[in-house]
């Protein structure tokens, strides 16, 4: 009996090991590519994984995006900054090996973009992940908020410096955490819905974790570990970019242009000290070309705000406005330089029209001053001409370009938008139908381009504005049936959020401008009368509080005096 209950024991500890089931970690981010395959922890030898050698496999090597490690140190690739060991987390035992980044290593990080270097920075570490919330969060950042932040001008060194900053420095980091966490309920909210659904502020204070990001950053903000004054400087530009982006996407706006203003102050101070006591080794340094490269995204940022601003001046438009008064070449050197110098010429247009609205309310709109309107639209015309000349001197698939539609569409719209403004000259938009036409062939081809971009039909955020306020224009200037309804079509082809306007209310703004200027039994654009025109036009978002979120909107009637209001369900 003894020997039977022996046998037995031996039997079930031999056969003990099929009863436990084999652990499989999450897959290795940055593992070799058999490692992923087999979910296995990758230990990332160079060249080939002693994992897959000591079991006998082959090692199918590592894809591009992997970095090898050292103790104490990275190697980080010429093209490629450093990425998170995301299984590090969940096989360590709560221990998380920090890899330091040596301010003292002889190697310099490039960027294949604007010939970006960033040597230099510090000692820095890649922070660790403590729960699967903040590495979901973060590969969420990576892989989908950063390429929609700057989806009509992708800039891989821009989005470099985010990712790496983000990694490493804890304001930074928290804040894009917050971005993330309320970017993907954003993505979330909209596929359910399939309708535009503005967050209210009991929806942010239900959603604790973005919040708390959010705080945290400030926190840290507020009181650094470390750094000298430029380094300080730089992480709280990157924040207050990434406070912008979030407060727009919680459709908290006026929040979102304090931001952005701070911002813009901030780098204007610092650039002006950076001028006045930098040497020019200096100015090459890695922290003061971050601050160059957000100065430049929070400043396009602040040029764009008139567009959906009627009392917004952008801080520097008069000194940049002058600086491309006189063109020094005859033709751009790259299609970067010819949207920055388009921006200020759209901004100029808007700030013109915008600011005649302010002085005249009630419908009885000045003639602008004939040497500013003329200088914009000479302005106008000769970037045109260097636009061609550089399409001309560019390759081939110079023209398939998104960018490209996109410039000519903004062009064109701001030329029709300052041409026929006037008292009484509500009229003579009708003789621009050609351009009118083409402007939404156009913004039909972005709009094809961007959902291609984006990788599928899910609601999109970018805190650039693109062609969303380019359609409003068209639906509202445009009185033409079968253009509106083109406009209407584009605007619904997919969710879009560009700063504060997004596709779905736009598209009730113009459905709204339709039934009020159209009415009943009007079957061309000359059948509108001059009276039942609306001249002038501005909206105001109310978010979802005790009742529906709406836009409450004020306008005008050509040559008429008195304001109307309206308030439009979204």
């Known amino acids: 009996m003894m020997d039977g209950m022996k046998n037995k024991t031996t039997k079930i500890g031999n056969q003990a090991w099929r009863r436990k089931p084999r652990k499989f970690a999450p897959k290795s981010r940055l593992g070799c590519k058999t490692c992923k395959i087999r979910r296995v922890k990758c230990d990332l030898s160079q060249p080939s994984c002693l994992k897959c050698l000591s079991t006998g496999r082959t090692c199918d090597g590592y894809s591009e995006m992997v970095l090898a490690f050292k103790t104490g140190k990275t190697e980080v690739g010429s093209t490629h900054y450093h990425k998170e060991i995301a299984n590090s987390v969940d096989n360590c035992d709560g221990y998380h090996p920090y890899t330091t980044i040596s301010a003292y290593e002889t190697q310099q990080w490039h960027s294949k973009d604007n010939d970006l270097v960033l040597p230099n920075l510090g000692s820095f570490m890649i922070l660790p992940v403590t729960g699967s919330v903040q590495a979901e969060a973060m590969y969420f950042f990576e892989d989908i908020s950063i390429k929609h932040l700057n989806a009509y001008r992708p800039c891989e060194s821009w989005r470099n410096t985010l990712m790496f900053f983000s990694q490493t420095v804890p304001s930074v980091r928290h804040a894009a955490i917050a971005l993330a966490l309320l970017h993907r309920n954003h993505v979330d ?133 002058a600086s491309h008064l006189t063109p020094f070449h005859t033709t751009f050197s790259s299609l970067d330089q010819a949207a920055d110098h388009l921006q200020v010429l759209v901004a100029q247009v808007m700030r013109l029209r915008n600011t005649e609205q302010q002085m005249s309310p009630t419908g009885t709109m000045p003639p602008l001053p004939s040497s500013l309107k003329d200088i914009v639209l000479g302005q106008l015309q000769t970037w045109l001409s260097r636009f061609e000349n550089l399409r001309q001197q560019s390759p081939s698939d110079f023209e398939t370009n998104p960018l490209v539609s996109l410039l000519r569409l903004q062009h064109t719209i701001a030329w029709i938008l300052l041409s026929g403004h006037g008292p009484g000259r509500e009229m003579e938009y009708d003789k621009f139908l050609p351009q009118f036409q083409q402007c939404v062939s156009l913004a039909d081809k972005v709009a094809a381009a961007h959902q291609r971009y984006s990788g599928s039909s899910i609601s999109t955020f970018t805190p650039e504005i693109g062609f969303i306020p380019v359609l409003y224009i068209i639906g509202a200037k445009c009185r033409h049936p079968h253009v509106r309804r083109e406009v209407l079509r584009i605007l619904r082809r997919q969710l879009i959020r560009e700063a504060a306007w997004d596709s779905i209310s736009t598209a009730g703004l113009v459905e709204r401008v339709i039934e009020i200027e159209e009415g009943v039994g009007v079957q061309c654009m000359e059948q509108i009368p001059v009276w039942q025109r609306i001249e002038a036009l501005s909206f105001k978002h109310i978010p979802r509080g005790q009742s529906a979120a709406r836009l409450d909107i004020t306008y005008t009637f050509c040559g008429q005096e008195g304001i109307h209001t309206d308030s439009l369900m979204i």
């Open 189 to 321: 909210r909209q596929s359910n819905g399939r309708v535009y659904q503005p967050p209210s502020l009991k929806d942010r204070l239900q959603d604790k974790a973005a919040l708390l990001h959010y705080n945290s950053a400030i926190q840290h903000l507020l009181h650094p570990e470390s750094g000298n004054s430029a380094e300080i400087t730089a992480v709280t530009l990157l924040v207050c970019y990434l406070f912008t982006c979030f407060d727009h996407l919680a459709g908290d706006d006026v929040q979102a242009v304090k931001h952005l203003r701070g911002g813009v102050e901030l780098s204007r101070n610092t650039n002006n000290a950076m001028l006045n006591t930098c040497t020019y080794d200096d100015a090459q340094s890695g922290v003061h070309a971050v601050i160059c490269q957000v100065t430049k995204q929070i400043r396009r940022l602040d040029m764009q705000a008139a567009i959906f601003l009627v009392d917004w001046t952008p801080v520097n438009i008069q000194e940049t406005f």
